[in-house]
T-cell receptor
Framework: DQQVKQNSPSLSVQEGRISILNCDYTNSMFDYFLWYKKYPAEGPTFLISISSIKDKNEDGRFTVFLNKSAKHLSLHIVPSQPGDSAVYFCAPHPTSGSARQLTFGSGTQLTVLP | NAGVTQTPKFRILKIGQSMTLQCTQDMNHNYMYWYRQDPGMGLKLIYYSVGAGITDKGEVPNGYNVSRSTTEDFPLRLELAAPSQTSVYFC??????????FGQGTRLTVV
């Protein structure tokens, strides 16, 4: 039972255009949502997050949108740069309860073409 | 800044052998985690710890053991290695919860 789905395993965009990465979740206990970025042979690094009390969070070229009713979030990268080529993981988190753990999606490989 | 350090980076084990994956962090974080990532999949939590002396199972704990005797160290023990444990293992730490810092990973192959 996949609680977090990233249905696009890969995405290619031209440099300078917008990249949109999508994530769907089923667990209504998730109320904090993170995106991690991973380069080959490195560990994931935290990119951006959003709390369920917001529907948008922006940090430079990166914006995350949350639609709680649809249980859907998306990461927008504008403008996309070749250095953004990496795997992006959606990772929701339930902040209630004693266990603090991330649930990772399967990731989307973004390739930004020069 | 060392952050989260994992050793070794690569290892090949024979079926039935055992080994310990080392993880140490120098950020004084209370929370530490072990994840595994199989090809084309997301990271799955093996074990986690909320402080020295406290550990708990994650989603896929079978075949693994952990200990947390200090804040800095969180070793992962594989007993009786099996081909299904071929994976990339990531250790992570965080101060209060979700925004975790990851090590570079250990690529383990069991043959």
């Amino acid at each position: 039972d996949q609680q977090v789905k990233q249905n696009s395993p890969s995405l290619s965009v031209q440099e300078g255009r917008i990249s949109i990465l999508n994530c769907d979740y089923t667990n209504s206990m998730f109320d904090y949502f993170l995106w991690y970025k991973k380069y080959p042979a490195e560990g994931p690094t935290f990119l951006i997050s959003i709390s369920s009390i917001k529907d948008k969070n922006e940090d430079g070229r990166f914006t995350v949108f949350l639609n709680k009713s649809a249980k859907h979030l998306s990461l927008h990268i504008v403008p996309s740069q070749p250095g953004d080529s990496a795997v992006y993981f959606c990772a929701p988190h339930p902040t209630s309860g004693s266990a603090r753990q991330l649930t990772f999606g399967s990731g989307t490989q973004l390739t930004v073409l020069p | 800044n060392a952050g989260v350090t994992q050793t070794p980076k690569f290892r090949i084990l024979k079926i039935g052998q055992s080994m310990t994956l080392q993880c140490t962090q120098d950020m004084n974080h209370n929370y530490m985690y072990w994840y595994r990532q199989d090809p084309g999949m997301g990271l799955k939590l093996i074990y986690y710890s909320v402080g020295a002396g406290i550990t708990d199972k994650g989603e896929v704990p079978n075949g693994y053991n952990v200990s947390r005797s200090t804040t800095e160290d969180f070793p992962l023990r594989l007993e009786l290695a099996a081909p299904s444990q071929t994976s990339v293992y990531f250790c992570a730490s965080s101060p209060t919860g979700p925004e975790a810092f990851f090590g570079q990973g250990t690529r383990l192959t069991v043959v």
